[in-house]
């Protein structure tokens, strides 16, 4: 089996995990809350006027800044997001452990190498 092969059953394993399945019915709640897609939204528009403050040199305002913290405590609140969000920590964590696995094979051969 060449790499790629291993690399494409990787891929279908972890598929399988309970990680991944959890991530996708997440996103689906989330493509069906248009209440959450809209506070995203509006978080990500806050963020960029308090970027395009920064990047002109002007420093945002306190009212920006209130609007901002605002939006975002009302987006972390949101049990659609909340959910997304702990789905895709533990995906995350799950592919960290996959990685230093695969880091961890590279770093055997070398050492059998060595020897």
């Known amino acids: 089996m060449n790499l790629l092969e291993k690399a494409k059953e990787l891929g279908r394993e ?15 709640q ?22 395009f403050s920064q990047q002109s040199g002007i420093q945002p305002t306190q009212e920006q800044i209130a609007d901002f913290n605002q939006k975002r405590e009302t987006l972390n609140t949101n049990i659609t997001v909340r959910a ?3 789905a895709q920590e533990d995906f995350n964590s799950m ?3 996959v990685n230093d696995a695969i880091t961890e094979g590279m770093q055997g051969e070398d ?3 060595q020897e």
């Open 14 to 28: 972890l598929k399988k995990t309970e990680e991944y399945q959890k991530l996708e019915r997440t996103n689906q």
């Open 30 to 51: 989330m493509k069906e809350d248009p209440a959450a897609q809209q506070l995203i939204q509006d978080v990500q528009e806050a963020q960029q006027r308090l970027q």
């Open 95 to 97: 592919m960290k452990q």
């Open 111 to 113: 050492e059998a190498e």
């Open 84 to 86: 997304l969000m702990k």
